[in-house]
Every structure is written in C-alpha cells, then in structure tokens.
C-alpha cells in the first residue's frame, strides 16, 4: 500500500515537530524525573529515528553504492539506538520493572547484535510475569 502524499510532513516540518518534541519530553523528565513515561517516550521517538535509518539500511544490496549509503545508515541508526537505550536504561533507574523499558532494550540489543544482553533483559521481564 503507498501512503497519502499529501498526509507526508517535509523535512523541514518533521524536523520542527521532531525537536519540539524531544524539548518538551525533556522538560518533562526535569519536572519530574521519577516519571518513567518521560523517559521511555523520549526513547521511543529516538528508536523510531533509528530505526527509519536501520530499515532502509536492511534494503539495500551489496552494490558499491549501497554499501557506502549503508556505512552512513549504519551510523545514524547506531547513534539513534545509543540514545534510545541511555533513556530507556534512565527510566529503570527509575522504574527497574517498567516493561517498556525492559521490552524496547531488549530490543535494541537484537537490532544491536548483542543477543545475550537482549535475553537478560527478556529474563528480566519473564521473572515480572512470573511474580518473583
């Protein structure tokens, strides 16, 4: 299915609403830092710019080209995932049992490759709905 284009932000629109957010998510992480949602929404608008990076990386062929836009989405996607997981990892420090949390880490790690860390945070999440 092919999006509306007439419903499509320009860059410059998405970058305004973009900053916007991220300003105000972390004005609400200053006005209450034990709030583990202002974190975890700040995460989850850092994942979503990775991971736009990450998808459009995994299209790509092994063309000269695209392995040089790849180096480049590889990056962007790595930078954004470093930021995600730094909130993520604030709202436990807030939360050690927020399951959004535990859930988008766990995550990242597998987009990350380090499949150990992201079965910790799977473990930690199993031992949640297992009461103990």
């Given at each position: 299915?092919?999006?509306?284009?007439?419903?499509?932000?320009?860059?410059?629109?998405?970058?305004?609403?973009?900053?916007?957010?991220?300003?105000?998510?972390?004005?609400?992480?200053?006005?209450?830092?034990?709030?583990?949602?202002?974190?975890?929404?700040?995460?989850?608008?850092?994942?979503?710019?990775?991971?736009?990076?990450?998808?459009?990386?995994?299209?790509?062929?092994?063309?000269?080209?695209?392995m040089a836009k790849g180096k480049v989405l590889t990056e962007k996607y790595k930078a954004a995932f470093?930021?995600?997981?730094?909130?993520?990892?604030?709202?436990?420090?807030?939360?050690?049992?927020?399951?959004?949390?535990?859930?988008?880490?766990?995550?990242?790690?597998?987009?990350?490759?380090?499949?150990?860390?992201?079965?910790?945070?799977?473990?930690?999440?199993?031992?949640?709905?297992?009461?103990?």
């Amino acid at each position: 299915e092919t999006p509306d284009k007439s419903m499509l932000l320009t860059d410059e629109d998405y970058k305004k609403y973009y900053s916007e957010a991220e300003r105000l998510l972390k004005k609400a992480q200053e006005l209450d830092p034990k709030e583990t949602t202002n974190y975890t929404q700040l995460g989850s608008l850092y994942l979503s710019e990775g991971l736009v990076s990450y998808n459009a990386n995994q299209r790509l062929t092994t063309s000269k080209a695209d392995m040089a836009k790849g180096k480049v989405l590889t990056e962007k996607y790595k930078a954004a995932f470093a930021k995600s997981q730094k909130e993520y990892e604030a709202a436990l420090n807030a939360d050690p049992n927020d399951r959004i949390a535990l859930e988008y880490l766990s995550k990242i790690h597998i987009w990350s490759g380090d499949l150990a860390k992201s079965i910790e945070y799977k473990n930690r999440l199993k031992e949640l709905d297992s009461g103990n």
